[in-house]
């Protein structure tokens, strides 16, 4: 066993490759995406490093390509359900005893090939299967997803190294272990790097998991599984079982091994599973550790001194980047009145620029919505606005699904800041401006503090420091995520630590130290060189 001192290399963040035309970036990635489409592939749920197949399947398509099948999942149910948990348990304890060294390689192994190799593979499944333009899924499934595996193993070799004060005549020391038991991990559809975090951040720490991937999201999934096999993760420490959420949940809420839920979703499925082991804890072995992210309903509060030209590319990019389906997608605008004009004639201006379409047409901005239902949902708000007194579409306010589901970014201007899109979480491409008076400053800041139950990411526009210092005072819980003159997406790993309060989740900051700690279990040991060999206290000596 080798018995040095190791260190992790000191992460630097990946760069995001532009694909501009003629670069050897691009062509790749043409390329790949053919050879994608090509092919329809079937999915297995993978169990113990083996494939299992239930017969119970769903196919995949293309969202903004809906009659192209890129293939078909299997689904998995309890009985698959217990045979990943008794697979995942199996596994533990050889993995958990693993010198973290080696796990850390792992984990960087799993970077150097996302960086290299397997890139064009991931994006290229990322955009086909979520329908995101290259720049979104470079961003996403690619240089974020790297970050998380370098930053990460970093913060643990850091968190380890955090040792307490030792006096004369013992040694203290803290060891990091691993929860006993199982982490669930539960991924959303929109972010490719959030799908593959989840899982792995708990693994790389010594844990094992469940992993139930999105529905609509298992074709870039499945090629993440196929990458951490050849990284060489030893079977059955992370368990890859696609199905529906109650077919899944519902028996892994059962088991007394449960140790944690890393999840990102909606809030009612979060608040649902909360409630569940709340039911269960006293069948359960261990108290589990709860890490979610559920969604927001950001804003950009802009005040008169904000600087227009660049608050319109901040609210296009910020509102309707990947269709507006980011947790983090500005939803919500607050502007005064002395503004208004100036940045409406802009950002309609700049707005008819926008193309939407085929992810393989570089020159489109955005594509279509997820599925069917996204459809509906998003499109419901829309039906809304053009029916409300209150409420006018200056962009936008189209959609069509003979294809795919397209849905044109759509902006709304309302006199009720109470309005309907104001408060609730769209998840789609629907952005929602109220014009305050320039004097009710301080009522419009109350507004934006207090209509939305979610707190995850905000910004503030302004080139008068003392305002900005006013409003970040106001909204310092407003938003987990706080940007000043920018927009309130695109938090990188190692620099924003991503994550918000209230309805959005218990903030506990994927990318960064505080989220691994909490896989993590503290021994605290106390070694006495040489112990007293008398009961028998000083004071006791009194006559």
């Known amino acids: 066993m080798s018995n040095a001192y190791f260190k992790v290399p000191v992460p630097i963040n990946e760069p995001v490759k532009t694909y501009e035309q003629g670069s050897s970036e691009k062509t790749e990635l043409k390329k790949k995406l053919i050879e994608l489409k090509s092919q329809q592939i079937e999915v297995p749920l993978i169990i113990g490093g083996e494939e299992v197949k239930t017969g119970n399947t769903q196919e995949m398509v293309i969202p903004h390509n809906k009659k192209h099948v890129l293939g078909i999942y299997h689904k998995a149910g309890k009985k698959e359900v217990d045979m990943a948990i008794e697979a995942a348990l199996e596994a533990r304890e050889e993995w958990a005893a ?16 996302l960086a290299g190799p397997w890139r064009s593979t991931i994006n290229g499944a990322t955009m086909l299967g979520q329908s995101k333009v290259a720049h979104q899924a470079e961003i996403d499934s690619a240089c974020e997803l790297i970050d998380f595996w370098r930053f990460n193993t970093y913060y643990m070799a850091q968190i380890m190294s955090d040792q307490p004060y030792s006096p004369a005549g013992m040694w203290n020391r803290v060891e990091y272990r691993a929860l006993e038991g199982f982490v669930f991990a539960v991924t959303p559809f929109n972010f490719t790097s959030i799908a593959g975090n989840l899982p792995t951040a708990p693994a790389m720490v010594g844990n094992v998991a469940l992993w139930k991937p999105a529905s609509s999201a298992v074709y870039s999934a499945y090629y993440l599984m196929k990458l951490f096999e050849e990284a060489g993760l030893p079977k059955g420490v992370i368990n890859f079982v696609p199905g529906s959420g109650g077919q899944v949940g519902n028996p892994v809420m059962e088991s007394p091994h449960l140790a944690g839920i890393h999840f990102t979703g909606s809030t009612a499925v979060f608040q649902n ?15 589990p550790r709860i890490v979610g992210e559920t969604g927001g309903k950001d804003f950009i509060f802009a005040h008169n001194s904000a600087d227009v030209d660049a608050l319109v590319v901040a609210a296009i990019r910020g509102a309707f980047e990947y269709q507006g389906q980011k947790c983090s997608a500005a939803s919500r605008m607050y502007i005064p009145l002395s503004r208004w004009d100036e940045f409406k004639e802009k950002y309609i201006s700049a707005m008819s620029e926008v193309k939407m379409g085929d992810v393989e047409d570089f ?3 955005m594509s279509a919505v997820i599925d069917e239902a996204a459809f509906k949902s998003i499109t419901e ?19 069509n699904d003979s294809e795919g589901y397209f849905i044109e970014p759509t902006t709304i201007i309302t006199s009720n800041p109470k309005f309907k899109s104001m408060e609730e979480e769209i998840f789609g491409p629907v952005f929602t401006i109220y014009v305050y008076e320039d004097d ?8 934006c503090d207090t209509t939305s139950p979610y707190a ?13 210092v006013k409003m970040s005072d106001k909204l310092q819980n407003a938003a987990g995520n706080f940007y000043i003159n920018d927009k309130p997406t695109a938090a990188v790993v190692g620099q924003q630590p ?13 990318g960064s130290a505080m989220n691994l700690l909490r896989w993590m279990s503290v021994r605290t040991m106390k070694e006495t060189f040489v112990p007293p060999k008398d009961w028998r206290y000083p004071f006791m000596s009194e006559k």
Request: charged fraction near 25%; aromatic fraction near 12%; glycine fraction near 10%.
């Open 498 to 510: 991503f994550g918000g309060g209230r309805a959005s989740g218990t903030n506990d900051k994927a």
């Open 440 to 447: 009710k400053f301080d009522e419009a800041l109350d507004l």
């Open 456 to 468: 995850l990411t905000g910004a503030i526009w302004a080139q008068d420091r003392a305002v900005l």
């Open 98 to 113: 693993m010198p973290w060294e080696h796990r850390a390689a792992i984990f960087l192994k799993m970077a150097d090939l």
């Open 381 to 399: 708000y829309i039906d809304h606005a053009k029916e409300a007194d209150d409420a006018e579409i200056i962009t936008g306010g189209n959609y």
């Open 273 to 287: 599973m909360w409630k569940t082991i709340g039911n269960n804890i006293s069948k359960l072995k261990y108290y």
């Open 363 to 365: 020159t489109n901005f």
